[in-house]
């Protein structure tokens, strides 16, 4: 453990960070599957509560970053989708892919390290993970924040980019075809008071609903309902 460690330590000062109690990234790089493993006799942590404090941190962050650098040119919606767009499982498991960082991940053996590697929610729970190893090891916000500008804001303008930006209706489809086969369908009608409702369904479960003065808009607040659900 201790070779993981030093290996850990310069691996993390490559990426410009200053490691203060490597046990903070060491949890953040372990795996559930390495705490049940039958070898572990060091019963460590796993990511898992990293990832719940790692996450909040990220939508502020992000949301803070659209908004200065956005307010004037962009509206609430397309500044909810940009954030949206910045903090999905793909961009982050991109990101992941990119810094190497799975290649520190602790893990069960076999199959299961193979599986476990490919997992592009693996990928992005990692990296959420990481930016609260951050926050906790240097005790102040702004640190995640330079390691953000040195990394996921490098992909804001481009993923920003009004060019770049789809409707929330494509948005939703590609997340669910990311890892299934059966697209999202939606199902709108117009109520009593002349507006449209609609229900986005994806393999049986309502995943989002909306309503507009038409039955695209229905669909799209629909979608952008659902994508909103996502990260909560």
Do not use: C
């Amino acid at each position: 453990m201790q070779n993981y460690n030093e290996n850990l330590i310069l691996f993390l000062k490559s990426l410009g960070l200053k490691v203060n109690n490597i046990n903070n990234y060491v949890v953040a790089f372990t795996h559930g599957s390495y705490i049940h493993s039958t070898n572990n006799k060091d019963k460590k942590k796993s990511y898992e509560t990293l990832e719940f404090l790692g996450d909040a941190i990220l939508q502020f962050l992000v949301s803070d970053y659209i908004y200065k650098n956005y307010q004037n040119t962009y509206e609430q919606g397309k500044m909810t989708l940009s954030r949206s767009m910045l903090v999905r499982t793909e961009t982050l498991n991109n990101l992941t892919d990119k810094l190497r960082l799975k290649h520190y991940v602790l893990t069960g053996n076999g199959n299961m390290k193979s599986e476990i590697l490919q997992s592009k929610k693996v990928g992005a729970d990692l990296f959420e993970a990481l930016v609260a190893a951050i926050y906790l090891d240097e005790e102040n916000i702004e640190s995640v924040k330079n390691f953000l500008n040195k990394t996921l804001f490098k992909l804001a303008f481009k993923i920003t980019d009004s060019t770049v930006l789809k409707d929330y209706k494509t948005f939703f489809q590609e997340h669910v075809q990311s890892y299934s086969k059966v697209g999202a369908i939606y199902k709108t009608f117009q109520n009593e008071n002349k507006e449209f409702e609609s229900e986005v369904i994806h393999e049986g479960k309502i995943y989002g609903r909306g309503t507009g003065s038409s039955k695209l808009k229905a669909e799209e607040e629909a979608a952008k309902n659902a994508l909103e659900k996502l990260k909560k």
